[in-house]
Each structure stands twice: as C-alpha cells, then as structure tokens.
Nanobody
C-alpha cells in the first residue's frame, strides 16, 4: 500500500509562487511514476505534471514554463514548484504515485487558491 500526503497549499496572490510537497510511504519511492493533478470546481481532474522513474517529465500546456515537478528520493518526497500563479490555477491539487505493475494511488489533496 502506497500512501501519499500533500502539503503546502494555501492562498497566494496572482503572480506569486507556492511549492507543494508530497510525502510518500510504502513501496519503493524511486520506482514510482509521480504525478500532480488538479481539479477546479465544476471541472474534470486534469494531469498537471508527471515525472517517470527514469526522470522524464511531462506538463500540461497550461502550466508549462511555470510549474516544475521534482522528486527527492532521499526524502521520499515529490514537489510541485508553482511560479507566476494565475487565478485559473485555483484548484485542489492531488499527488499521485503509481508503482511498477501497480495501481494509481492518490493523496487527499491540498487547496491552492490564487486571488487578490
């Protein structure tokens, strides 16, 4: 069983920055496909960023150039650095982890609100 706990969400002004953390326990962290999703009210959950165990990253077009996904295998933690935040980024952000040959695991989510 892989467990994930997100933290770092909160209220930030447009143009500001925020870093989300995802602490992972269970399994071998370095083997996981890590991802960050978000879900805004009335919208589908969308994949924001992902990082494969081999280091390849993918980003949604809406966040490309502003968000950076990273992982620290020594700390069993993934991060999402969010810069130049926009009101449209307001959503609940979820961390995900998929071990090899395993199912997708979700954290409980953390609220990010971008507002003046």
């Amino acid at each position: 069983q892989v467990r994930l706990v997100e933290s770092g969400g909160g209220l930030v002004q447009p143009g500001g920055s925020l870093t989300l953390s995802c602490a992972v326990s269970g399994g071998i962290f370095s083997l996981n496909l890590m991802g960050w999703y978000r879900q805004a009210p009335g919208k589908q959950r969308e994949l924001v960023a992902s990082m494969h165990s081999g280091g390849n990253t993918d980003y949604a077009d809406s966040v490309k150039g502003r968000f950076t996904i990273s992982r620290d295998n020594a700390k069993n933690t993934a991060y999402l650095q969010m810069n130049s935040l926009k009101p449209e980024d307001t959503a609940v952000y979820y961390c995900s982890a998929r071990p090899p040959a395993g199912s997708l695991n979700w954290g409980q989510g953390t609220q990010v609100t971008v507002s003046s």
